[in-house]
């Protein structure tokens, strides 16, 4: 029998403010537990919630790249339950009436590109952290309050690689727009997903599982190809499956079970009091998307017309801090594609070594854009360039001119002319290598290249002067 | 009786039997008076309401960082704590 | 008689020729305070008060409360001050802020001297189920009758002549009907006219805050210092703030005031309907048109079910963050929800956890639509309803209560089958958020019924200019119980 798996998504995005989504406390700059509060964020009595202007402006602007109908009226609701990370023993949501509804993403799948269905986004704040050591646990409330995106997929995707990509085009909309960092080995974007299998042809969905505490997003492939796995071996059985929750297990690769699900929760969901409806005007929202930054694909659209591959513009654009770095470098340079191919081997390579982020390791843009220029014009080979490239980010105070003189590097001839012109020198000083050659001594010919590489001070191709002097050689 | 020895336990306390019993006839009185509500003529054509008059604003708060508590006033109050953090006994996911 | 029972327009005037100073009055009042028997106080704060006092410098003189003592209800969040709501689940609990209205007292110069007891969380009407017990009232020494709720500490210190004012806050009725049991004016504005920002919530959309005085004068320039957008309360009005003793001597001809028929019909009490009546014929003769104005006895039956369900399910919800980890005593326990189940078990009384069970079952899903969305849905009606009849007229004029302050042993907080419309309908002005005023009217064996006036949303000034006029035909301006007046109506 095949089955069909039918798998839904549910990001929570952090937002990275100045400050959180309902209090003026700083969101996430420090890493001292319980120094980024402020009396609402731990639930004083009395406290009341006020909006975040750029939480909704990088709410908005995530609702447009989706696609979706955006509500120019804020509401919010309370989501009431107890938990040891819920200070104030609810949640401030859109439950009713979410900021977004209705869009879609499309992916590059296999069989072409695909569109999945969004079926909301909505605004809410995060619960604190919670540390847990061996008989206790410990509570950090920086978090509390921090704004939350999250956006529902509808169950239209059908493979882990499908739910991989459009976690991965999420994460490249939120990160792009300026919204958040998207990391989800740090929390700043955390993925549940539902997976439940069919035979092919059925209409009704079979039984939901959810799974949580994926970290990474390979992890979100492997985590439901495993579990679409269990699945078909359970059903092939005869076993049923059971609706429950169950967590990605990284090491043996293996989604375990945490917890039966029971009676959905009733969460009382009830209009919240203190915050009276917040109208936006379509000038607000209009504002909010026209001033997005430039966002992935039309980014990579960009990337592409200057001559980058596919593959090669999503490696820039894998790391928002290279892209920003490309292109300040590329307009300083003759052809992306020149650039492209110094960040992607020689600078990543350096940066794997050293472990270093691009801004961190002491080279402009435009002295990288310097370097390339000698090479597409300044008469420098790719290895020569790269020579001096090592030397700079070796040491950032030299400038690319003076590592070059400190390397020796000198411009190659290429003008025939020229060449030629130490060809004949050189023939014209030597005649018994001629001699030589023409009596079959084959080193007389490296004798020769020898000789017009000292007239030229090692300024020319040798495999050029070569290929001339053989030429020559026969004229004579 | 059992449902409102429920509800209570779901807002994690406890009352005495008495409070129960006093609780449930509160409850019928309630509910009956709700019901007699529910006869209200035209009620179903008003929407809920939150808020008594439309306050409606287009007010959102900048979004600058303040100074925050210090760490000492936000724990002042706990009364258990440990490592700069409140302490609990271990929450088992 | 002292400074301190000087009318607030007359202690101004004293403390600028520096016949009194702050610290003074402040020291007169903390003698009162600690030498009164009516359990009116949560603490007094001795020391904070007499530093604060004795720094204030210069006298200002537009600033009529610049040195004038008060206290505040317990549910106001003061900074290093500590704060209980009358609650055993905040004992102990010291705010690292203060609410709005406490700084902006302070900013004022008025001086703190302490909390007074309420009801505990504010949810109650009877005065007697904070926990320090029952809180008396001034007017009777033998105790036996009560002041009434849930601001009963802060009714009782302005009655009882130990200061000119006192915070209070009203969901329900919670200021205007202690203020009708001890003779004083009790006055709660629109909804959003004063920030709410560190009042502990009991429900938002009816929260209120409100305050005592003993004459209009003195609740008119409290509202001038209290009134005000703020940026910490996003439900707080932009409405730019009059100057509201303004009107106060304007000429109130013209004006034109509904009495609602069937709430006045309902009082069996003869003395009261007398005076009641009285009261009318005088507004007339100052050219008020008063005229009899009938309101579906079905909805204001229907009040009390209303704001029971809205009120308590908001409740609960507010008072989820009371769970003894952040704040309040921490009771122990082998799990986190052991921890907050032991605080909150220990921590509230039996009638606070009723109210939360009412409150959590009518937001239940299978609940909400038949409870909670009912209630909601009712509000709506009866706010539109009292706005039909403020399009006519300026004010809605009615007794405050059905009679004198009942006895305790009269009373319970416990819900009941019996209906008064004429005990429940000043909740109208907390389901419709509209500026509403108790005024002392007569008494009744010793004891002060009130009158309650109620306006169009932000026309408070007008409500004062009305309130003023009444006050001048009623005589009982500055009446305390101290201090008998007559009562001219």
Known sequence: MNFEAVIGLEIHVEQKTRSKMFSSAPDGFSHEPNTEIAPLDMGYPGTLPVINKQAVINAIRVANALHMTIDHTLYFDRKNYFYSDLPKGYQITQQNRPIGKNGYVIIETEEGSKRIGIERIHMEEDTCKQLHFLDYTLLDYNRAGVPLVEIVSLPEMHSGTEAMKYAEAIRNIVVYSGTSDGKMEEGSLRCDTNVSIRPIGQKEFGTKVEIKNINSFKNIELAIDYEIQRQSKLLLSGEPVHQETRRFDETSGRTILMRAKSDAVDYKYFCEPNLTPIKLSDGFVDEAIRTCPELFEAKKERYLKGGLSSTDAEIILSDPKMSAYFEEGGSQVVSLKDLANFLIVEINGYLNRSGKAIDEIGLKPSVLAEIVLLQEKGGLSHKQCADILAKVLENPSLTPAEAKEALHIVAQVSDTGAIMGFVNQALEANPQSIVDFKAGKDRALGFLVGQVMKLSHGKVNPAEVSRLLLEELKKR | MDVLKDAANRLLFDMSVEQYKTLYEEFQILTKQMETIGKIEGLESYEPMTFPFDCSTSFLREDVAEEPLTRDEALRNAGNKQDNQIKLPKVVL | ?489
């Open chain 3, 1 to 489: 008689m002292k400074h301190l029972d000087l009318p607030l327009l007359d202690l101004h005037q004293a403390l600028l020729a520096k016949q009194v100073t702050p610290l003074a009055l402040a020291e007169e009042a903390i003698k009162r305070a600690k030498a009164n028997k009516d359990n009116a106080f949560e603490i007094i704060d001795e020391e904070g008060a007499k530093t604060f006092a004795a720094s204030l410098g210069e006298p200002e003189a537009d600033n009529p409360l610049w040195g004038i003592p008060y206290f505040s209800k317990d549910n106001f969040s003061t900074k290093g001050l500590e704060t209980t709501a009358s609650s055993n689940i905040l004992a102990g609990y010291i705010p690292v802020f203060d609410a709005t209205v406490i700084a902006k007292l302070k900013e004022r110069k008025a001086v703190l001297l302490g909390k007074t007891t309420l009801d505990e969380l504010a949810m109650g009407g009877t005065g007697t189920t904070g926990h320090k017990g029952k809180t008396y009232n001034p007017y009777d020494s033998k105790h036996e009758h009560m002041i009434g709720g849930s601001s009963c500490g802060s009714a009782a210190a302005v009655a009882a002549s130990i200061v000119p004012f006192a915070l209070g806050s009203d969901t329900g009725d919670s200021v205007r009907k202690p203020a009708s049991y001890a003779g004083l004016v009790g006055m709660k504005p629109t909804w959003g006219r004063i920030s709410r920002y560190g009042l502990f919530p009991f429900a938002p959309s009816l929260d209120h805050v409100g305050y005592f005085t003993r004459d209009v004068y003195g609740s008119a320039v409290l509202l001038d210092a209290l009134a005000g957008r703020d940026l910490h309360d996003n439900t707080s009005s932009t409405k730019p703030v009059d100057k509201y003793e303004e009107d106060l001597n304007k000429p109130v001809k013209g004006l034109k005031v509904a009495v609602l028929k069937e709430i006045v019909d309902s009082i069996t009490d003869r003395e009261l309907r007398a005076h009641f009546d009285k009261s009318v014929e005088a507004l007339k003769k100052q050219g008020v048109v008063v005229e009899y104005v009938s309101f579906s006895r079905q909805l204001l039956e229907s009040c009390y079910a209303t704001y029971i369900v809205i009120s308590c399910a908001e409740a609960t919800s507010n008072d989820a963050n009371l769970d003894g980890i952040k704040f309040g005593p921490y009771r122990g326990g082998k799990t986190y929800q052991e921890v907050m189940y032991n605080a909150r078990t220990q921590g509230f009384s039996e009638l606070i956890k009723r109210r939360f069970v009412i409150g959590s079952y009518c937001l239940m899903r299978e609940n909400q639509e038949e409870l909670f969305l009912r209630a909601q849905r009712n509000r709506a009606k009866i706010v539109d309803e009292v706005n039909k009849i403020l399009q006519t007229y300026d004010f809605i004029y009615v007794p405050a209560a059905p009679g004198p302050a009942p006895l305790f042993v009269q009373a319970s907080d416990k819900l009941s089958d019996e209906y008064l419309i004429a005990d429940n309908h000043l909740c109208l002005g907390n389901f419709a958020g509209l500026p509403s005023i108790t005024l002392p009217l007569c008494y009744e064996r010793g004891l002060p019924i009130g009158v309650n006036f109620m306006g169009r949303a932000f026309e408070e000034k007008k409500l004062f200019q009305i309130s003023a006029a009444f006050e001048r035909l009623s005589g009982l301006a500055e009446a305390s119980a101290l201090s008998a007046k007559e009562a001219k109506l």
